[in-house]
T-cell receptor
Framework: AQKVTQAQTEISVVEKEDVTLDCVYE???????LFWYKQPPSGELVFLIR??????QNEISGRYSWNFQKSTSSFNFTITASQVVDSAVYFC?????????????????FGTGTLLAVQP | GAVVSQHPSWVICKSGTSVKIECRSL??????MFWYRQFPKQSLMLMAT?????????EQGVEKDKFLINHASLTLSTLTVTSAHPEDSSFYIC?????????????FGDGTRLSIL
């Protein structure tokens, strides 16, 4: 069964600190995709990154970076020099490529989320 | 970029009312749309997968007669919460993606906050 675990329920940091959000996943698929989404207090989901299972290269985008390690089934997210605007709930998600009548369903399975509070 | 519009943003209504939520892909065609429910301080749980022109596929534990889903066109899916009760109060959010493109991110609507009095 597919599962995404975000063990950190809440994290509080002071502005300019670096913070890493952990994500561990389980899947039997050999092809899968991992995502990170940000959900600010207003509720909308903001897409941050996707990574396919064949690409273990780490990625950096501005203050954001992601560390994908298949050996530990982890896809961790680091924010460098955090800012108050980074305060939000962050979700890690796994997309399975299950096939059913009509084609692949591509369901997204979300972790429980990590609430990040950045204090000024 | 791909835009998904969800309407209404907020709904407050009396118990027993049926509520319809619309999810539209504005600048692309979505053969598949997904409906999620999120209770306060919890994760998003997939309710059903909506395929254009066919019956929706519901996740285990989701009552299909309670949550009616219609996906009549490639740009519109609707979720109707029938005879809503206070326990149905939640944040409902839809997403859309062309089927098969599972390497592409789902595009999410802004969600609908449903409060049943």
């Amino acid at each position: 069964a597919q599962k995404v675990t975000q063990a950190q329920t809440e994290i509080s940091v002071v502005e300019k600190e670096d913070v890493t959000l952990d994500c561990v996943y389980e899947t039997r698929d050999t092809t899968y995709y991992l995502f990170w989404y940000k959900q600010p207090p207003s509720g909308e989901l903001v897409f941050l990154i996707r990574r396919n299972s064949f690409d273990e290269q780490n990625e950096i985008s501005g203050r954001y970076s992601w560390n994908f390690q298949k050996s530990t089934s982890s896809f961790n997210f680091t924010i460098t020099a955090s800012q108050v605007v980074d305060s939000a709930v962050y979700f890690c998600a796994l997309s399975e490529a299950s096939i059913s009548y009509g084609g692949a369903t591509n369901k997204l399975i979300f972790g429980t989320g990590t609430l990040l509070a950045v204090q000024p | 970029g791909a835009v998904v519009s969800q309407h209404p943003s907020w709904v407050i209504c009396k118990s027993g009312t049926s509520v319809k939520i619309e999810c539209r892909s504005l600048d692309f065609q979505a053969t598949t749309m997904f409906w999620y429910r999120q209770f306060p301080k919890q994760s998003l749980m997939l309710m059903a997968t909506s395929n254009e022109g066919s019956k929706a596929t519901y996740e285990q534990g989701v009552e299909k007669d309670k949550f009616l889903i219609n996906h009549a066109s490639l740009t519109l899916s609707t979720l109707t919460v029938t005879s809503a009760h206070p326990e149905d109060s939640s944040f409902y959010i839809c997403s859309a993606r062309v089927v098969g493109q599972f390497d592409q991110p789902q595009h999410f609507g802004d969600g609908t906050r449903l409060s049943i009095l």
